[in-house]
């Protein structure tokens, strides 16, 4: 037993309960899902698999897990991307406004999404830009971004600036040493880095809501869906799955991490 | 001569000069390094060694003066164009190759065959006896496997200079000690000028052929190890290279290349002109090694000069005893090394006891620097 456990006796009490509070609500979340009856109450009516298997039959359902995909895919790309060379030259240069641009990188994590989605609404309007899965993946990129960078530069803060310099002295090229060393060293970062960005535009709602149009995302498909009584088991067995892969690919992206910290002796 | 080194220069450094902002890294750099001789860049951190090695490389442009290797300027050269390659302090040995591809990395551009890729690897890792772990993977290796697979990397693109990064000074003591040894040897074996930058003075003597000495981006001395011992040319080189006794001096009289001085404690000394010193004047400084004292309870009587005083601390090193002896007109005590030949400590602090020295211990420093004027 910890020392800090003898001095407050009730620390582990309060630390269970908060954690059943926080997750409690999610783990009912699966549970009803399979619950063979369509009012979310207990007690519970029984077993039963059919609101997963509706799930297929929705074309709307299917049109959005496929806009959503896209989103997440290509959102994932361009942060990773911008991430990649972001975190490279915070971790390796010293220039001017390096704290001021690395801050405002990071401000995404910080503004209410409301704020920057109904700005970005006005912004993109107002140059012409329509609602649409392209304005989605913009805002997107935004949010990802701060993820990104963090991830690239926690790949980046352990390299050793000496391996991109033996490969250049070894008659490497700049271009070659960056695709034979910087690369595949830093290259689980990436791949933790496009799944975590990929899972943030997928979860993503309030940016999705107001920029979507008439081609809706998962979330805001399954938003649309709550007002419909009839519908809710179909969205719990939807959540449900969308909660499962999202933890999924976080963990797979941690252990891409973790194997980023781990590959650089 | 002892060395393997030939009179062809293969490095010409003239005039190299190295700012950072207002910083001078390197100032005006002159240096000649020759075919088949193991150099080391001695002095202590910060004082622009490792820069001049890094624009020695090409990763540093100089500012100022010009880098000739092989009678060709380097000008305009990079790094990855030079006949040069590096050992870096860190080994960087790239962590998601294993060590055949590690040494390999080099090889991989020149279009030579599978082949003969693979007859030079093993041939490079026979020479730092790593023979057969090609397959080995970076993360497997010891610190000291690490630095020979750098050194076959290096090596095996058989450069006309290899430059070498405070090579052993990721390695715990002993080892260090072996490699110290086995760097040599393999320098002397294959022939390629090593050119070595380290802040250990012992490393540097045991290994090189000259050493050149640096404080403060200048270049203050190059010489052999023993002649940089027996000969320092200012009061900087002399305490950075072994433990050294400092004696003011006054200058009585100088005859073709002897002194005739006096010195507090000591009294009257007839010395050789130090041909490496620049400047003399009527107050001199001089040095005597530690181990080149004798010290003895009765006086002695075969010494050119002799002083009585007080031990006034011990410190026994194992291989060897220092004593610290106060003497009348010298504010620091003189350091005494004896060797430790029996076991035994022969004086304790608070002991009376007898300096003698020989007149060709005494090494003529020159002129006595400004701080240390009265």
């Known amino acids: ?265 | 001569m002892m060395e393997n080194r030939s009179d062809k220069k293969i490095i010409e450094i003239t005039g190299v000069t190295k700012r950072f902002g207002s910083f001078v890294a390197v100032c005006d750099l002159n240096l000649d390094l020759y075919q088949g001789e193991f150099f080391s860049l001695l002095g202590p951190s910060g004082c622009g060694k490792t820069t001049a090695l890094r624009i020695i490389a090409g990763f540093q442009d100089p500012d100022k003066g010009e880098i000739v290797i092989d009678g060709k300027s380097m000008r305009d050269v990079s790094a990855n164009k030079r006949p040069t390659n590096m050992v870096f302090q860190s080994y960087a040995i790239f962590p998601h190759l294993n060590v055949g591809n590690n040494v390999a990395f080099g090889l991989r551009k020149s279009g030579i065959s599978r082949s003969e890729i693979d007859d030079r690897v093993s041939e490079a890792l026979e020479m730092v006896e790593l023979d057969g772990l090609e397959k080995r993977s970076a993360e497997e290796l010891s610190g000291g496997q690490r630095q020979r697979v750098a050194l076959a990397r290096a090596l095996v693109l058989r450069p006309k200079v290899l430059l070498l990064d405070e090579p052993l000074s990721a390695l715990d003591k002993k080892l260090r000690e072996t490699m110290q040894l086995e760097l040599r040897r393999l320098q002397r074996s294959i022939g390629i000028t090593f050119v070595m930058v380290t802040h250990d003075q012992y490393e540097a003597m045991t290994m090189s052929d000259r050493i050149g000495v640096m404080f403060d981006g200048k270049l203050e001395q190059i010489d052999r190890p023993e002649d940089l011992y027996a000969r320092p040319c200012s009061k900087d080189v002399a305490s950075f290279i072994g433990g050294m006794n400092f004696l003011p001096a006054s200058l009585k009289e100088e005859s073709g290349n002897v002194l005739d001085i006096s010195t507090p404690g000591f009294g009257d000394m007839r010395i050789e002109i130090n041909s490496n010193v620049s400047k003399h004047g009527p107050k001199l400084l001089t040095g005597i090694r530690p181990e080149q004292l004798e010290i003895s309870a009765k006086k002695p009587s075969d010494y050119d000069a002799m002083a009585q005083g007080k031990v006034v601390d011990v410190a026994f090193y194992g291989e060897s005893i220092h004593y610290f002896v106060g003497l009348d007109g010298i504010d620091e005590p003189i350091t005494v090394a004896v060797p430790n030949y029996f076991h035994t400590m022969d004086y304790q602090r608070g002991d009376t006891v007898w300096l003698g020295v020989q007149n060709a211990s005494v090494i003529d420093l020159g002129e006595i620097p400004d701080n240390m004027k009265d």
Not at chain 1, 205 to 233: C, D, H, M
Not at chain 1, 242 to 254: D, G, K, N, P, T
């Open chain 1, 1 to 265: 037993m910890s020392s800090l456990q003898r001095f407050i006796p009730g620390l582990l009490t309060y630390a269970t309960l908060y954690l059943v509070f926080l997750y409690l609500p999610v783990l009912l979340l699966p549970l009803f899902s399979f619950n063979d009856g369509t009012i979310v109450a207990f007690p519970l009516q029984g077993f039963t698999l059919k609101w997963y298997g509706q799930l297929g039959q929705q074309d709307t359902l299917i049109k959005a897990l496929g806009n959503s995909l896209i989103v997440g895919g290509v959102t994932a790309v361009f942060s990773t991307a911008m991430g990649l060379f972001a975190a490279r030259a915070f971790v390796r240069y010293r220039f001017k406004g390096r704290e001021l641009s690395e801050g405002l990188v990071m401000l995404p994590l910080v503004i209410p999404g409301i704020i920057v989605a109904s700005s970005m609404l006005v912004l993109f309007i107002s140059i012409g830009l329509r609602p649409s899965l392209t304005t989605i993946i913009l805002g997107h990129t935004f949010v990802a971004l701060p993820f990104a960078v963090s991830i690239m530069k926690s790949s980046f803060d352990q390299f050793d600036q000496s391996l991109e310099e033996a490969a250049f002295d070894l008659g490497e090229s700049v271009i070659g040493t960056f695709r034979r060393v910087t690369l595949p060293i830093v290259f689980p970062g990436i791949v933790a880095s496009l799944l975590m960005t990929f899972t943030v535009s997928f979860d993503e709602f309030v940016l999705a809501f107001f920029l979507s149009g008439n081609e809706p995302t998962l979330p805001v498909y399954i938003w649309s869906q709550i007002r419909f009584p009839a519908k809710l088991p179909n969205t719990l067995a939807l959540g449900s799955l969308l909660l499962f892969f999202s933890i999924l690919l976080l963990m797979i992206a941690e252990s891409f991490r973790r194997r980023a910290a781990k590959s650089q002796i």
